[in-house]
């Protein structure tokens, strides 16, 4: 309810216009305004809505990489201690190894003198020549065995079990994170549900304010076709009281000219005597015939000049140029509008 205030919605808008009992019109009004806000924000809320986007990858590349740095840098501090440790054994390997090379020097010093004696006691023992070629095979065997089990041996077994409880968290905090992904993905499952049955509903409603639309514009159509009937009714009765115009034009000349006749009998009158009966019969006879039709056309004349003026009055006072302009320049932008909406929705 606060959102409409603040959405500075012109009606009150409480929780009862939700339920069963509310009022369609009132619903009505409240969604083509809601369309009307939405269309004239699109564009704003378009662009916000990828400047958030834009800030919220922004952030969570710059989580993701503080999480590596904190990650490198434990690693390094392990790498460090594991560098200290094998400074140390390198040390102490390179102490054995000179002792080794001395005590090997010795060896092969023995070796020799060993060689000699041996030489000596093969030119003496030749008989025992089989066994000591079995013997130096063995020995390469032994050797061959040595050279393979040599990488395989643990320099330093003590730092085994610290490896495995290392690897044992590395495994649970991975489980976690895993963990957390399931719930997140299901919470994002059922937002997604919410979502399909809120569209599906706007969806429904929308149709059947597309077909109200669309009914709305035939019954405008309707009132269109019977406003140009009306125009095309008010330019022939105008046309008609146009010809009565004419004819009552054309009788008020044909009374100047009986006047002008008149005037000349009247000269005539005086100029000729002899012939005053025929003059004034024919003068009497003209002028009943004129009073004859004017009288017959002055009915006629009055409804037509009221019916005129009544249409005149009707036609300027109550729907002007100006204001029959405004109604239909706003009847064609309703027009368009619910033509897009019908287009877009059914």
């Known amino acids: 309810m606060k959102k409409f205030e603040q959405m500075k919605f012109p009606e009150s808008f409480t929780s009862s216009d939700f339920a069963e009992e509310r009022d369609p019109k009132k619903m009505s009004r409240v969604l083509s ?5 939405f269309e004239t924000l699109a564009p704003a809320n378009e662009y916000a809505f990828n400047v ?51 005590s090997k020097r010795q060896i092969d010093d023995r070796i020799a003198s060993e060689g000699r004696k041996l030489s000596l006691l093969t030119e003496s023992e030749k008989s025992h020549s089989l066994e000591t070629s079995t013997l ?24 085994l079990p610290k490896a495995i409880e290392e690897l044992k968290e590395k495994l649970n905090a991975l489980e976690l994170e895993m963990q957390e992904i399931r719930a997140k ?13 809120l569209h599906e509903v706007i969806e429904q409603q929308l149709v059947t304010v597309a077909r109200a639309c669309h009914s709305l514009l035939h019954q405008m159509s309707q009132s269109q076709t019977d406003l140009e009937k009306s125009d095309k009714e008010i330019v022939g009765r105008s046309s008609s009281t146009e010809s009565l115009v ?11 000219l009986t006047e002008h006749n008149i005037v000349k009998a009247k000269v005539l009158e005086a100029t000729r005597t002899l012939n005053a009966d025929r003059i004034k019969k024919e003068k009497a006879a003209l002028l009943d015939r004129y009073r004859f039709v004017f009288k017959s056309l002055e009915p006629d004349v009055c409804a037509k000049e009221s019916l005129l003026k009544t249409m005149r009055i ?14 239909w320049k706003k009847i064609e932008e309703l027009k368009d509008i619910l033509q ?7």
Request: aromatic fraction near 10%; charged fraction near 35%.
């Open 33 to 37: 305004w809601l369309f009307q806000f």
């Open 136 to 159: 130096y095979k063995k020995l390469d065997e032994l050797k061959g065995r040595r050279e393979i089990l040599l990488p395989q041996v643990v320099e330093n077994p003590n730092l």
């Open 246 to 256: 004419k004819k009552i034009t054309d009788v008020t000349e044909r009374l100047r």
């Open 314 to 327: 009707l036609y300027e006072n109550e729907y002007s140029n100006k204001k029959r302009d405004d109604d």
């Open 52 to 102: 958030w986007n834009s800030y919220k990858e922004k952030a969570s590349h710059a989580t993701a990489l503080k999480e590596k740095i904190a990650s490198l840098r434990i690693i390094n501090k392990t790498e460090e201690g594991k560098r200290s440790e094998y400074q140390k054994s390198i040390v102490e390997l390179r102490s054995s190894l000179s002792e080794k090379l001395i």
């Open 185 to 197: 993905t299901f919470q994002v499952d059922q937002s997604i549900g919410d979502f399909k049955r």
């Open 340 to 346: 897009r909406l019908y287009q877009a929705y059914v």
